[in-house]
Structure formats: structure tokens, C-alpha cells
């Protein structure tokens, strides 16, 4: 787990930041004389509301804040989770190649013999009874202590990648869990909807909604 928490915090370093709906723009840049306009040509702001006083402000930005973050640690998991995915399939193409063993079938592995089975089920007699502890079947035996090392290296490192892609399918769902808490906070709070983007003016506290463009221009 130690590891695991490791690769997530080196691959949030390089993960970029983008803009996502529900996000602000500005936020913290009011001195830097960017405007919303500089988002699009084609889109236009339109006053959303004005927060009632500093604490709802900092309400407000805590819970931008942490959607902002939860975007980017979803991001990053999602990249690992990919990642994941690719060794595993690269695991099974060398058992394959190397072994005879394909992903959707059952194995065992004699060490002693350096012998690999494969688990084949019987065939039920009656249609509705359950199928019973199947036979196994010689896939390959094993040339040489070195081809039996290599089978259990490969074998461990498919498992420990196997293990690492469900804590991180697990620390996904618990991102995703978050988020939309954050969401629902949001749009009862600020009445702000997550497929929308947003820009705060801090100066006089008011927050607008990005539209699409008007022939009357920008929208107050």
C-alpha cells in the first residue's frame, strides 16, 4: 500500500490542469488583469448570484477548491488504472507465448514436477446441478530450473499488479463518492450545476455563469 501511495503522489506532480464544468477560471487572479472574456470568443458571462457575505466566500472556494483536486487525483488514477491494464495485458501475452496459458482459462503450478495444469470442469450429468471439481489436464512441464523461475517471477508480478489494480479501482469509487458530495454541496448551497462553468469575481463578490455567445454581447 506504502508503494501504491507512492505512485499516486509522483504521478500527481506531472498530471496537467485543466479547466473542467464547475470549476472557476480566475480564482485568486483578480490583480492579474485577465478577464473572463479570455476564455472564448464565443462565450459570454452571466450573473449567477452574490455571496451573501465572507464566510459563505470561503465556503464557496473550499468546495471549488476541493473538486478542483479531486478532478486532478481522478485524473491521475485513472492514468494508473491504464497503466495497470497495459502490464497486465503484456503478462498475459508472454504466459501465452512463453507457456501456453491464456487469460480465460483456470491454471496450477506444480513446483515440485514443474508441471502446469489447467483445471478442467465436468460436465454436469442433470442440466441444473452444479458442475462439478473438474480434471486437470498437462499443459506444459517445465524444461529447466531457470524456465521454473521465470514462470513464478512472471506469475508474482501479474499478482502484485492484479492487487495494485484494485486499490486503485477501490481509491476511484471513493474519489468519485467525494465528488459528488462536492457537487450536491455546490448546487444546494449556490444552486451551481456540475456540467456548467463558472467564474468568481472577488472584487464585488459576485458569482457568473459561462454561456454561449448573444448577438446582444456580454451578458451582466
Not at 470442469?121 to 486437470?136: M, Q, S
Not at 489494480?165 to 454541496?185: H, P, Q
Request: glycine residues 4%.
Amino acid at each position: 500500500m506504502k508503494r501504491m501511495v507512492l505512485s499516486l503522489a509522483i504521478a500527481s506532480c506531472v498530471a496537467p490542469l485543466s479547466l473542467h464544468a464547475g470549476l472557476f477560471g480566475w480564482i485568486g487572479k483578480k490583480d492579474s488583469g485577465e478577464t473572463p472574456e479570455a476564455v472564448s470568443t464565443n462565450t459570454v458571462k452571466r450573473l449567477h448570484l452574490t455571496v451573501s457575505d465572507k464566510a459563505a466566500e470561503k465556503e464557496l472556494l473550499q468546495l471549488t477548491g476541493v473538486k478542483r483536486v479531486l478532478l486532478q487525483e481522478r485524473q491521475v488514477l485513472r492514468i494508473l488504472i491504464e497503466e495497470k491494464r497495459r502490464d497486465l495485458s503484456n503478462f498475459d501475452a508472454e504466459f501465452e507465448k512463453v507457456f501456453g496459458i491464456r487469460r480465460d482459462r483456470n491454471y496450477r503450478y506444480d513446483a515440485k514436477t514443474m508441471t502446469i495444469y489447467e483445471e478442467v470442469a465436468k460436465t454436469a450429468a442433470a442440466t441444473n446441478a452444479p458442475a462439478t471439481t473438474g480434471e486437470a489436464r498437462v499443459v506444459k512441464t517445465l524444461a529447466t530450473e531457470g524456465d521454473s523461475r521465470k514462470f513464478a517471477s512472471l506469475a508474482a508480478a501479474k499478482q502484485i499488479v492484479q492487487e495494485d489494480l484494485v486499490v486503485l479501482v477501490r481509491l476511484t469509487r471513493e474519489k468519485d463518492a467525494a465528488m459528488v458530495r462536492v457537487e450536491n454541496a455546490l448546487k444546494d448551497k449556490f444552486s451551481m450545476s456540475r456540467d456548467r462553468n463558472y467564474w468568481y469575481d472577488a472584487k464585488t463578490m459576485r458569482l457568473y455563469e459561462f454561456v454561449g455567445s448573444s448577438p446582444k454581447g456580454d451578458v451582466r
